[in-house]
């Protein structure tokens, strides 16, 4: 299977500031990753697909960048409503795999 | 609107076996593949199993960790999607949510149902 492995697992950030995480595979995928947030209680939510594509409804302060092994989700300026957790997923090979999340938590 | 309702989440003991439902509505449901994926509690997401579309006839793959005691299907006539889930293990406690897959494959998971916990546990 291909791992995903996602840095930092925590990061503590304020209001607007400007944020990135990321996402390392364990060998090429392409363009084939998406990103999600989840919120406690609740089913994770499409952010970016193929690496770089905005998700209809998702505001543009996010994005995403990267393709083969190395990726990036960026939030421009950070909102209130944006401290979530942050998962990362390739879906180059059948076997799909997740990273193992990055908790975004308010300094 | 796309919606997917997960059903049939329950405590079940260390062997046993549960079947889990997924009511889908708002899409041509067979135009998808359909995901289930897990989420222990407190842990990440885990990709569990998948069918693919009417065009791919329905075809299944599975992650290691469960293949040979999971199974998942669709019945069309009725717009759901299953998990049966034989042989259960303590670690197969998560909950387990019904994914569609965005119509043009390779795709990512674009709607999420709200999930139903399954608690493996003697």
């Known amino acids: 299977d291909i791992q995903m492995t996602q840095s930092p697992s925590t990061l503590s950030a304020s209001v607007g500031d400007r944020v990135s995480i990321t996402c390392r595979a364990s060998?090429?995928?392409?363009?084939?990753l998406a990103w999600y947030q989840q919120k406690p209680g609740r089913a994770p939510k499409l952010l970016i697909y193929?690496?770089?594509s905005l998700e209809s409804g998702v505001p543009s302060r996010f994005s995403g960048s990267g393709s083969g092994t190395e990726f990036t989700l960026t939030i421009s300026s950070l909102q209130p409503d944006d401290f979530a957790t942050y998962y990362c997923?390739?879906?180059?090979?059948?076997?799909?795999?997740f990273g193992q999340g990055t908790r975004l938590e308010i300094k | 609107e796309v919606q997917l309702v997960e059903s049939g989440g329950d405590l079940v003991q260390p062997g046993g076996s549960l079947r889990l439902s997924c009511a889908a509505s708002g899409f041509t449901f067979s135009d998808h593949y359909m995901d289930w994926v897990r989420q222990a509690p407190g842990k990440g997401l885990e990709w569990v199993g998948r069918?693919?579309?009417?065009?791919?006839?329905?075809?299944?793959e599975y992650a290691a960790s469960v293949k040979g005691r999971f199974t998942v299907s669709r019945d069309v006539s009725k717009n759901s999607l299953y998990l049966q889930m034989n042989s259960l293990r303590t670690e197969d406690t998560a909950v387990y949510y019904c994914?569609?897959?965005?119509?043009?494959?390779?795709?990512?998971?674009?709607?999420w149902g709200q999930g139903t916990l399954v608690t493996v546990s003697s």
């Open positions: 060998q090429s995928i392409g363009s084939w």
């Open positions: 193929k690496a770089s």
């Open positions: 994914v569609r897959v965005a119509v043009v494959v390779p795709a990512a998971n674009d709607y």
């Open positions: 997923q390739q879906y180059h090979s059948y076997s799909i795999t």
């Open positions: 069918t693919r579309n009417k065009a791919n006839s329905y075809t299944t």
